[in-house]
């Protein structure tokens, strides 16, 4: 089955999704850059990171310490 749309109109479409699919991609990598921008990422969790750290720390101690004394 042959379409009776114009070569033209077909090539204008498809120029048009590849221009808006390059979009979405650009727009998806910056998204993607600045969620997982290590430094920002980093600054937003620093305290809450150390806290986790520091009952990890604690508990490993007592752990480790519960195995040498008696």
Partial sequence: ???H???ELLEERA????RQLHNRVV???????????????AREYLWPAAGVTAV???LL???I???FTD
């Fill in 56 to 58: 990890i720390g604690l």
């Fill in 27 to 41: 727009e998806l990598r910056s998204t993607v850059n600045e969620r997982l921008d290590a430094r920002k990422v």
């Fill in 1 to 3: 089955m042959t379409s």
């Fill in 65 to 67: 310490t519960s195995i």
């Fill in 5 to 7: 749309i114009p070569y």
């Fill in 15 to 18: 120029a048009t999704q590849r």
């Fill in 61 to 63: 101690g007592y752990g």
